[in-house]
């Protein structure tokens, strides 16, 4: 059993997700990521003022946190095998 997980593993797991991007009061940004196995990982971005609200910054500052979320579940993952594998 390999004992990383690797950038690889985590951009499969991406590109086989599905996105839902929202937007709410004019200077909110909120991301969805449903992974393969129907897990949900959800992230938000705003601004303070609208007049400053891009959204296309908004969902790439989701999306690198959804990326970071992913590398932690998917370390947690692999150490809960890597301990029943003992």
């Known amino acids: 059993m390999e004992n990383t997980i690797t950038k690889d593993h985590?951009?499969?797991?991406?590109?086989?997700?599905?996105?839902?991007i929202m937007e709410s009061f004019d200077k909110v940004t909120i991301v969805s990521m449903r992974l393969p196995n129907g897990f949900v990982i959800t992230e938000s971005s705003a601004c303070v003022d609208p007049l400053n609200y891009n959204k296309e910054i908004g969902v790439s500052i989701c999306k690198k946190r959804i990326e970071d979320k992913l590398w932690e579940l998917e370390g947690y993952r692999l150490q809960c095998s890597l301990k029943e594998g003992e």
């Open 10 to 20: 985590i951009e499969q797991i991406i590109n086989k997700s599905k996105f839902r």
